[in-house]
């Protein structure tokens, strides 16, 4: 009996299997790992349009989703906008920019108007904080670069996990 719980011991680790992955690295580190199951939104150097979906399946050197599959040099660009994580905060620090040079005007005018019963005028300091932080903010949101370009520093491998 000892014989044979020692083969089955021995054998296991030959029964699991590793499963793909599909990752993105930029110089080697790793940006996000997609699993089958996961979401997600990529474009193909192959045609105008994203493709999105969840992955039916990741083999050796291409994925798939439902009946189409894409091969890894196939890829152009995949969309990390949704994704939790993707390292990509260019968008969302943007948003808070805007915010924030808002939100310094309004408590400008707010204390000047309502907290000192004054009549309002613009403070040339608050006026040049507010457009700077309004301008930076709306610059991140067109430069925005929540999609993973692939090319000479940036690539998409499957490897075993």
Known sequence: ??????????LLPLWGS????LILLKRDN????????DYIR????????????????IHQDYFRIGEDTTYTHQLQKIDLTDLPNSGFRTASIGKGLIAA??????????????????????HSGVL???????????????VNNDYFV????????????
């Open 42 to 57: 990529f474009k193909r150097k192959d045609r105008n349009h994203f493709t999105r979906g969840f992955i039916a399946g």
């Open 128 to 142: 040049i904080s507010s457009a700077l932080l309004v301008g930076a903010g709306t610059a991140m949101q067109v």
């Open 150 to 161: 692939l090319g000479r520093k940036k690539k998409a491998v499957i490897v075993d996990w």
């Open 101 to 122: 040079g808002l939100m310094i005007f309004l408590g400008d005018l707010v204390n000047t108007t309502l907290v000192r019963d004054d009549p309002y005028t613009v």
């Open 30 to 37: 790793t940006i996000f790992s997609f699993k089958e199951g």
């Open 1 to 10: 009996m000892k014989e044979v719980s020692l083969i089955f011991f021995l």
């Open 18 to 21: 590793a499963q793909y992955r």
